[in-house]
């Protein structure tokens, strides 16, 4: 019996090591590995930086024991300025999205400004897109109503091309089980092992 | 019951019992750990896999500063440019052991090692001129996972600590055109799954610009 289940034990191994997929996949993987990590960390680097006007992504206050040292914030032209007009905290409360997503008009997200100059909703006559048909005049005084939240940026606007970050599965396991007949045969091999032995031990 | 019988009984169950335990043992050494949700990209080459096994017989190595060299047994398949904000993180059936990070600033590039296996890469931002971020080998001294610098007013959500005058690994808006004041910025996401990985301890080996 114990002979039998190493039997069982060196099948299984056969049958794993010559599957033709795991062949396959690693003909491929191991044309590859021939290159050295670094060459492969080369070809996916974006490049160095190289010499430019950096953004710090920290706030423009420096705080160096109990003096606070202001820093020129400096913003380069053609970025969103909302992004670091905005205090550290919004800036903080802005969800990470992928970067193609920073750089729309606020337009096509929020809709036409109107929509961002009234919290407290369109003043009745007043037509997103269409010309207002009286002046509209800033409101005189102190705010009254709840503060203006800052303009987060959401989620992309529906039919918006999905960036390439689909999660990748790897293919599922497969395990390849022998044919009946390749069952049969080993069985019937493994019998006959035993029936010779028990001829032999028989006394004649 | 004839002994012949009896004979191709015990044949038939041992030979079941010996393969259903080796399909068991194969199982169990192709998932060491439970399948963890993976974020990649579709960079990665669909038709040589996730990853590229370096043979037993011939692991690669990588230098690290002061002569000592890590053992490297795979590493992810990415075959075209990474971008500022994206990374690929994939730790599935690699086996539990000492991590390590290696960063490298001339390339712009983050990489996680498990038991010398790359499980998760990232484009990073590191120090301007005026605040540039140090090189060498350091350990994780700290791990917060919502840290606020008072230095600076500003969040360094899973922040992973560096050295004791403020640098440390942190997630971040990660885009080109962004430096930092000594930090290494990760993309949030992937600042998540490095702070869940690593542990105080670990090394980090920074390499320079």
């Known amino acids: ?204 | 019951m004839p002994s012949i019988v009896r004979s191709l009984v015990l044949i038939t169950v041992g030979c079941l019992a010996g393969i259903l335990l080796g399909l068991t043992l194969h199982k169990r050494a192709q998932s060491p750990a439970a399948p963890q949700a993976v974020t990649t990209l579709s960079i990665l080459a669909p038709s040589s896999g996730v990853r590229i096994w370096y043979s037993a017989h011939n692991y690669s190595q990588l230098s690290l500063p002061g002569g000592r060299k890590e053992v490297v047994r795979s590493v992810l398949n990415i075959t075209k440019p990474m971008h500022f904000g994206s990374f690929v993180w994939d730790e599935d059936r690699i086996p539990k052991g000492p991590v390590w990070v290696r960063i490298d600033l001339s390339r712009q590039l983050l990489s996680v090692f498990r038991s010398g296996h790359e499980i998760g890469s990232a484009v990073i931002l590191y120090g301007m001129n005026r605040k540039p971020t140090p090189t060498g080998s350091f350990t994780i001294l700290e791990k917060n996972p919502d840290y606020y610098s008072h230095s600076y007013d500003a969040p360094m959500p899973y922040m992973l600590r560096l050295t004791n005058d403020g640098v440390a690994i942190h997630g971040s808006n990660v885009r080109e055109g962004r430096g930092s004041h000594g930090c290494i910025g990760i993309p949030l996401d992937f600042a998540r799954l490095l702070f869940a990985a690593a542990s105080k301890g670990d090394l980090v080996v920074i390499l320079p610009a």
């Open chain 1, 1 to 204: 019996m114990l002979a039998s289940a190493l039997a069982g034990l060196v099948f299984v191994g056969v049958v794993e090591y010559c599957d033709p997929a795991f062949s396959k996949v690693a003909m491929a993987e191991i044309g590859a590995a021939l290159e050295d990590p670094l060459t492969l960390f080369a070809e996916r680097s974006p490049g160095g930086r190289g010499a430019r006007v950096l953004i710090s992504i920290k706030g423009p206050h420096e705080r160096v024991l109990s003096t606070v040292r202001e820093r020129p914030h400096v913003i380069p032209p053609g970025l969103d300025s909302f992004v670091f007009a905005a205090a550290p905290e919004a800036v903080a409360s802005i969800p990470m999205v992928p970067p193609q997503y920073d750089t729309q008009p606020l337009d096509r997200i929020f809709g036409p400004p109107p929509f961002a100059f009234f919290p407290g909703g369109i003043p009745q006559g007043l037509v997103p897109g269409a010309p207002p048909s009286t002046p509209i005049l800033p409101p005189i005084g102190p705010p009254t109503g709840p503060d203006i939240p800052p303009i987060i940026v959401g989620p992309p606007p529906p039919g918006t091309p999905v960036p390439p970050s689909v999660p990748e599965t790897p293919p599922p396991v497969t395990i390849v089980l022998p044919e009946p007949a390749t069952w049969a045969t080993m069985i019937l091999g493994l019998f006959a092992i035993g029936l010779r032995r028990r001829v032999r031990s028989r006394p004649a």
